[in-house]
C-alpha cells in the first residue's frame, strides 16, 4: 500500500550546524503533511505542518519544504542544539476528517558536540 | 506536557491475563486515537474514535477491545495477549476540523508480554 517513508534512518550533525532530514511520500491525493519529534520516553510531540497548496512553512528554527513534483517533503533545522537529539516522523493525513495519521519510519538524530 | 495522559506508564502480563490501558485528554477535543510503536517500525494506527464512535479498526487482532466511553476517555482492554504484541502504545487526540489534523500524544504505555 502508499505509505510515507524516510531515506535515513540515523543522521549525525554537529552541534550549531543546520540539519536537513528527508522524507518521501507515495500517496499523491495526500494534501496535509505534520513532522514530529519524540525524544525518549515520550510521545510525539508537533514541530510544524503544512498543507499541500503550501511548498513552504517557517517556524522558530525550523523550515518544512513541501515537493509535491517528486512527492518530497523535508524538514530543516538550524543551528542544531543537543535538545534536538530525537527521532523525527513525517506522517500524512489523505483521508480528511478524523483519519489517523500515516506515518514514516523515523530518522534518529544525534547531535555530535 | 501534551494534555493527553496514560497510565500506567509501564505493563508487564503475561500471555492469559486480562488488563486495560487508559488515556485521557484534557484538551476537549472530539476525536482519539490508538496507535502500536513497535522498535524500527512506523506507528501504526489501530483505532479511531470521532464523537465517541469508532470509525476505523485496522485489522487489529481481536485481543484488542478500545472502548471510549465520552470524549475525554479512550480505553484499551487487553486480553490472551501475544510476545509480538510488545510494543509502545500510544494514544493521542485531535479536534475534527476543516483543515486541522494536528493530533496530540501521551507519553505512551510501554507494554511487555511475557
Known amino acids: 500500500g502508499e505509505s510515507v517513508g524516510l531515506h535515513l534512518p540515523t543522521l549525525s550533525v554537529q552541534e550549531g550546524d543546520n540539519s536537513i532530514i528527508n522524507c518521501a511520500y507515495s500517496?499523491?491525493?495526500?494534501?496535509?503533511f505534520i513532522w514530529y519529534k519524540q525524544e525518549s520516553g515520550k510521545g510525539p510531540q508537533f514541530i510544524i505542518d503544512?498543507?499541500?497548496?503550501?511548498d513552504k512553512r517557517q517556524g522558530q528554527r525550523v523550515t518544512v519544504l513541501l515537493n509535491k513534483t517528486v512527492k518530497h517533503l523535508s524538514l530543516q533545522i538550524a543551528a542544531t542544539q543537543p535538545g534536538d537529539s530525537a527521532v523525527y516522523f513525517c506522517?500524512?493525513?489523505?483521508?480528511?476528517?478524523?483519519?489517523?495519521?500515516?506515518f514514516g519510519k523515523g530518522t534518529h538524530l544525534i547531535i555530535q558536540p | 506536557e501534551t494534555g493527553v495522559t496514560q497510565t500506567p506508564r509501564h505493563l508487564v502480563m503475561g500471555m492469559t491475563n486480562k488488563k486495560s490501558l487508559k488515556c485521557e485528554q484534557h484538551?476537549?477535543?472530539?476525536?482519539m486515537y490508538w496507535y502500536k510503536q513497535s522498535a524500527k517500525k512506523p506507528l501504526e494506527l489501530m483505532f479511531v474514535?470521532?464523537?465517541?464512535?469508532?470509525?476505523e479498526n485496522n485489522s487489529v487482532p481481536s485481543r484488542f477491545s478500545p472502548e471510549c466511553p465520552n470524549s475525554s476517555h479512550l480505553f484499551l482492554h487487553l486480553h490472551t495477549l501475544q510476545p509480538e504484541d510488545s510494543a509502545l502504545y500510544l494514544c493521542?487526540?485531535?479536534?475534527?476540523?476543516?483543515?486541522?489534523?494536528?493530533?496530540?500524544f501521551g507519553p505512551g504505555t510501554r507494554l511487555t508480554v511475557t
Open positions: 493521542a487526540s485531535s479536534q475534527v476540523a476543516d483543515y486541522s489534523y494536528e493530533q496530540y
Open positions: 500517496n499523491s491525493a495526500s494534501d496535509y
Open positions: 503544512i498543507r499541500s497548496n503550501m
Open positions: 506522517a500524512e493525513n489523505s483521508g480528511g476528517g478524523a483519519d489517523g495519521l500515516t
Open positions: 484538551l476537549g477535543h472530539n476525536a
Open positions: 474514535y470521532s464523537l465517541e464512535e469508532r470509525v
